[in-house]
């Protein structure tokens, strides 16, 4: 019998569910994650595929981890990490999408082995789910440390202007620099969402420089 479902969304509501009228800094710990890298446009077919065996490996670990150890959980949002080896091309408007590097990422709770995201991806692929790149599917931790973020409601489309002023306003006026890289949380369904209502996490990790907060 499954013990009470995890939903670490609700658990962690503070690192999903920032304001959208002002950014804010935040410690994120540690997370345990399946993950899988790539190239490309994410509106090609590459990254679906990705998404695609991300999910179903996600759901196969749930099924897994309710039939032992015996605990239900809610499956976490899809998280990106993006950026490129010339980030004159990470220009959302201008930039050559098919030069992004990307970390496609759901969140996992900590029970999850990589036995159990191994079996479960062995299904997937079974199942012809996320192409060959299901193989390439894997667990591990994840400490982001110290990061700004903010929520973008609208498409995608139009998250430059607050990237660009989280950049070139609110980190060097606070006296902080960019420590990693550019970070999105996905909490709307794309499929079903109008472009106006999506809801995305805009995330950058950060580091303190002489001059800025907590100096």
């Not at 345990?32 to 590459?46: K, T, Y």
């Not at 199942?127 to 894997?138: F, L, N, P, S, T």
């Not at 006026?173 to 999105?184: P, Y």
């Amino acid at each position: 019998m499954a013990s009470n479902k995890i939903d670490l969304k609700k658990e962690d509501k503070a690192l999903i569910s920032p304001s959208s009228k002002a950014f804010s800094v935040i410690e994120v710990p540690a997370q345990l994650f399946l993950m899988v890298d790539g190239r490309g446009d994410p509106n090609g077919e590459v990254f679906g595929q990705a998404v695609e065996g991300l999910f179903s490996v996600a759901y196969g670990v749930k099924f897994l981890s309710k039939k032992e150890p015996g605990i239900d959980f809610v499956v976490m949002p899809l998280e990106g990490l993006w950026w490129a080896e010339d980030m004159s091309d990470f220009d959302p408007q201008e930039g050559d999408r098919e030069q992004w590097l990307w970390r496609a990422m759901i969140r996992q709770p900590g029970h999850v082995t990589t036995g159990m995201v191994a079996e479960a991806a062995a299904k997937a692929k079974t199942k012809g789910k996320g192409g060959d790149g299901v193989e390439a599917i894997r667990l591990e931790w994840f400490a982001e440390g110290l990061a700004v973020q903010i929520m973008h409601i609208g498409p995608f489309s139009e998250e430059g202007p607050t990237i660009q002023r989280l950049h070139q306003e609110f980190l060097p006026e606070n006296g902080l620099v960019e420590n990693g890289h550019h970070h999105e949380i996905y909490l709307s369904d794309m499929r079903r969402t109008a472009p106006e209502k999506l809801r995305t996490v805009l995330r950058q990790p950060v580091r303190v420089v002489r001059g800025g907060r907590g100096d």
